[in-house]
């Protein structure tokens, strides 16, 4: 059974920042890519970052690129979202998720789902 657990949300100020960690069980870790999605309230899903199975090919959100960072240790099944100079707007619940190909899952490529961490940040 896949298992995608994340950690790390919380309240901070804008301008702040946060680390959220994704564990994994249940596959193969290093073979699969992974990555994050968030869901502002009243809005739909929206992908966020994606990172390949090695961590050396990387896909970003245009509303994310240059301050968040998508990260992944092999060895302890983790991947992390480094966020920085964060705004008001990235408010929201952050996902977890695992596909095959990173390339596909800004599109919804997505085989397994976490149960999500939420992200408020204060103005």
């Known amino acids: 059974q896949v298992q995608l657990v994340e950690s790390g949300g919380g309240l901070v100020q804008a301008g702040g920042s946060l680390r959220l960690s994704c564990t994994s069980s249940g596959l193969t870790f290093s073979n699969y890519a992974m990555g994050w999605f968030r869901q502002a309230p009243g809005k739909e899903r929206e992908f966020v970052a994606a990172?390949?199975?090695?961590?050396?090919?990387?896909d970003y959100a245009d509303s994310v690129k240059g301050r968040f960072t998508i990260s992944r240790d092999n060895a302890k099944n983790t991947v992390y979202l480094q966020m920085n100079s964060l705004k008001p707007e990235d408010t929201a619940v952050y996902y977890c998720?695992?596909?095959?190909?990173?390339?596909?899952?800004?599109?919804?490529?997505?085989?397994?789902w976490g149960k999500g961490t939420l992200v408020t940040v204060s103005s």
């Open positions: 990172i390949n199975w090695s961590g050396g090919n990387t």
């Open positions: 998720a695992t596909g095959g190909i990173m390339a596909k899952m800004r599109s919804g490529g997505v085989d397994y």
